[in-house]
């Protein structure tokens, strides 16, 4: 059976360099907006690990978070210490195992969360403008099978 010809992988080559693309832009305009927000002192990657703990609605293990952003847990502790420092999260000693920290927003995170919100829906009505409902829900069916097919164990 003969692969793909020469015109199909350039097109899935141009797929995978526009992914990353769109992941280099996402960043640059995310951080304009966290500024223009007032949030400075978080980048985007942050703002990430921030938005799964709100969310979580429960203090969270930093390996939890770590599982959660798709990161490794080194990457994590350099997040947590600076959002620490910052003021945006707080570490306890998880009860269970005195080894671990349990990760909570603060009062300053929470208070700041409508920010945060704003600036991911500027991000979504940028990304997606121009397309229906359609083709926003085909383009994020093409997208999670490109992940399973290259992170199979991925969440």
């Known amino acids: 059976?003969?692969?793909p010809d020469l015109a199909l992988r350039r097109l899935q080559t141009q797929a995978l360099v526009d992914l990353g693309r769109i992941r280099q832009a996402t960043e640059r305009h995310v951080e304009r907006w966290l500024a223009e927000a007032g949030l400075e002192d978080v980048?985007?990657?942050?703002a990430n690990a921030l938005l799964?703990?709100?969310?979580?609605r429960r203090p969270l293990a930093q390996a939890h978070l770590a599982q959660a952003l798709s990161v490794s847990k080194v990457t994590v502790g350099r997040f947590v210490?600076?959002?620490?420092?910052a003021g945006?999260?707080?570490r306890t000693r998880d009860p269970e195992d005195s080894r671990a920290?349990?990760?909570?927003p603060t009062a300053k995170a929470r208070e700041a969360l409508p920010r945060f919100i704003s600036v991911s829906n500027?991000?979504?009505d940028a990304a997606f403008q121009g397309l229906d409902d359609a083709g926003i829900a085909r383009a994020a069916e093409c997208v999670a099978t490109i992940r399973a097919n290259?992170?199979?164990?991925?969440?």
């Open 1 to 3: 059976m003969a692969g």
């Open 43 to 46: 980048t985007p990657a942050q």
């Open 52 to 56: 799964v703990l709100v969310n979580a």
């Open 81 to 85: 210490r600076a959002l620490e420092e």
């Open 88 to 90: 945006w999260v707080e």
């Open 101 to 104: 920290y349990r990760l909570a």
């Open 122 to 124: 500027q991000l979504l």
């Open 150 to 155: 290259l992170d199979p164990d991925g969440d």
